[in-house]
């Protein structure tokens, strides 16, 4: 059985490869699918999310091919039955998420009913990470160490430009 992961992942954070990690005890073969986003400011674009994903995963060590990463603009119901997919991973953050999450998966199920969706909690420790809050804090220069890999700081720090002029990143010694 294979799964998608589809967000925006702008950027992914560490919350996002804490779904990924424990949905590959579940999953033999995970695809992380960047989908559209409707900020009208993201920090990435699309392929630039799509490379960073990859070179994240690279370094994770995953067993060959039990991660993949794609890119999709459509309905992911469409990516699914296109793909042979029959499981959509989502991440809870905390009950707030869980009602826009539902409303998704009830509205997926009408569009592809041979489609599961599967929500897990994030860890407990990471339940305020998000892609937003890492942009924001990264915009004041804030320690993001803590909350995505290096790889992502690196990308985060070439795009300083574009959160405002910031100063130079902060991070953990």
């Known amino acids: 059985m294979r799964a998608i992961y589809p967000g925006s992942f702008d950027p992914i954070t560490n919350g996002h490869l804490d779904i990924l990690d424990r949905s590959l005890a579940i999953f033999p073969e995970i695809t992380i699918v960047v989908a559209g986003t409707g900020e009208k400011n993201p ?23 039990a991660v993949k990463v794609d890119r999709w603009a459509g309905l992911i119901m469409e990516y699914a ?27 997926n199920k009408q569009l592809n009913p041979d489609v599961e969706t599967l929500f897990m909690m994030t860890a407990q420790n990471l339940y305020f ?15 993001i160490s803590g909350y995505v890999s290096k790889e992502v700081i690196a990308a985060v720090e070439k795009k300083r430009d574009q959160l405002n002029n910031s100063p130079t990143l902060k991070t953990r010694k």
Do not use: H, Q, T
């Open 129 to 143: 990470v998000s892609s937003s809050m890492i942009k924001e804090l990264a915009r004041y220069a804030g320690d």
């Open 81 to 107: 039955r296109e793909k042979k997919i029959s499981a959509v991973i989502r991440g809870l953050r905390a009950a707030s998420d869980f009602e826009y999450e539902f409303m998704m998966a009830s509205m």
């Open 43 to 65: 920090l990435f674009s699309p392929d630039e999310r799509v490379a960073l994903i990859k070179e994240v995963i690279a370094s994770r060590g995953y067993k060959p091919g």
